[in-house]
């Protein structure tokens, strides 16, 4: 079935959207603020149908998600929460590490009376799914993880020697300092080397996330993310020693980013998983490639071909 989407996209037939920036939700998406596991998470909702979560990474927000909501929100109840300390949600002084957020997941769910969700993840939403997934096996129908490792599963102290990965080691007082006023500065770095094409991710997008990412108490959180993983890695090796995830996953990289590897990682992890490649991109799917992105995943989750 993705064999031959990945064909139509690199024919051409499935065109990417070109210059894609950050777009606000339809008017439809309903915006809540949930407590929930000791923070409150700010939170859209639209659509009806079966649940599915989006959860985002590193350097964007919710707001990326914007033209799969969209897309999703035909035939599903779409929910995309900023995580915690990210975003519009709350910064509370801890609970970066990936298993308290995935309970985060857990109460907003909860708190929102849905039982069974799809999950649809990237970069350190990555981390976040599959903690809650690991927790929640009977809750999560299928897990799409796009173009980001999990802490301590398969290759993960290779994947750390990587020189473009700095900063997943980069963080404290003093880095926050040098940060302070010059977050599009920092923000720049990831945007430009870990696209293929850094002028998809348009200033329109670059100015947005920036100035979130400036707000007060946002660059510690940020870095409380990343300071985070190596209890991450202990959790997640205890997850896996439960034994593997059975629901079906697809595990998505950016063409020019992880690639095939994401699939690599996630075999470590779960039994049925599915690999798929997003073309002509580089880390940041949403903004390089919306448009195959969307195909694969809505493919992936209803089934259809």
Do not use: C
Request: aromatic content about 8%; glycine content about 10%; hydrophobic content about 45%.
């Amino acid at each position: 079935m993705l064999k031959s989407i990945l064909v139509l996209i690199a024919s051409g037939l499935i065109a990417a959207s070109a210059q894609a920036q950050v777009a606000p939700f339809p008017a439809s998406f309903k915006i809540e603020n949930i407590a929930t596991n000791g923070t409150t998470v700010s939170v859209r909702v639209g659509g009806k149908g079966p649940a599915v979560v989006l959860l985002h990474g590193y350097g964007e927000t919710g707001d990326m998600w914007e033209p799969m909501a969209v897309d999703l929100a035909r035939d599903h109840t779409v929910i995309v929460p900023d995580l915690r300390g990210m975003g519009l949600s709350d910064h509370p002084a801890g609970g970066y590490d990936k298993k308290t957020q995935g309970k985060d997941i857990s109460g907003l769910l909860d708190s929102l009376k849905i039982t069974q969700v799809d999950l649809v993840t990237h970069d350190i939403g990555n981390m976040v799914g599959y903690a809650f997934a690991a927790e929640n096996r009977d809750r999560v129908k299928h897990f799409v993880l796009i173009d980001a490792p999990l802490p301590g599963v398969g290759p993960w102290e290779e994947i750390l020697k990587n020189p473009l990965l700095w900063h997943f080691r980069f963080g404290g007082p003093d880095m926050e300092r040098l940060v302070a006023g010059r977050e599009r500065i920092y923000l720049d770095r990831f945007w430009n080397e870990f696209s293929a094409t850094p002028a998809r991710f348009t200033e329109a997008s670059r100015e947005h996330y920036a100035a979130l990412y400036a707000r007060p108490g946002a660059m510690h959180s940020g870095f409380a993310q990343f300071a985070a993983f190596d209890q991450d890695a202990k959790d997640n090796q205890a997850f896996v020693a439960e034994g593997k995830l059975t629901m079906p996953v697809l595990a998505l990289g950016g063409e020019k980013s992880f690639g095939p590897m994401m699939a690599t990682v996630m075999r470590f992890a779960a039994t049925n998983v599915t690999e798929g490649v997003v073309p002509d991109s580089g880390h940041w799917i949403m903004e390089e490639n919306p448009a195959a992105t969307v195909t694969m995943v809505r493919a992936f989750l209803t089934g259809k071909k």
